[in-house]
């Protein structure tokens, strides 16, 4: 069983620059695709970004080009290094993770993700 614990949340200015992580611990974190999600209130939540254990990804059209996902994989650890942040980037952030190949129409969707952090809170000010 693995547990994500994410970090790195805060309260940033339009602009401005965050860097979330979340850090695995427990087994199975090998050779799965680890994935970003968020929701702000009164929406349900949505994809970000995902990345397999070989480092390939795919990222959601809102984000692409303003964030970075990568993964420590020795470490256990998967990034999400957001710039030029928005009001509406303003949500709970969760990473989560899941067994199996790689495959973009998987890796998108929060239903095929086995397990759940607890999230972290990016609030962006205009």
């Known amino acids: 069983q693995v547990q994500l614990v994410e970090s790195g949340g805060g309260l940033v200015q339009t602009g401005g620059s965050l860097s979330l992580s979340c850090a695995a611990s427990?087994?199975?974190?090998?050779?799965?695709?680890m994935g970003w999600f968020r929701q702000a209130p009164g929406k349900e939540r949505e994809f970000v970004a995902a990345?397999?254990?070989?480092?390939?990804?795919t990222y959601a059209d809102s984000v692409k080009g303003r964030f970075t996902i990568s993964r420590d994989n020795a470490k256990k650890t998967v990034y999400l290094q957001m710039n030029s942040l928005k009001p509406e980037d303003t949500a709970v952030y969760y990473c989560?993770?899941?067994?199996?190949?790689?495959?973009?129409?998987?890796?998108?969707?929060?239903?095929?993700?086995?397990?759940w952090g607890q999230g972290t809170q990016v609030t962006v000010s205009s």
């Open positions: 427990g087994s199975g974190f090998s050779n799965n695709v």
């Open positions: 990345i397999s254990w070989s480092g390939s990804n």
């Open positions: 989560a993770g899941r067994f199996g190949t790689w495959a973009t129409a998987l890796a998108t969707e929060p239903q095929n993700y086995a397990y």
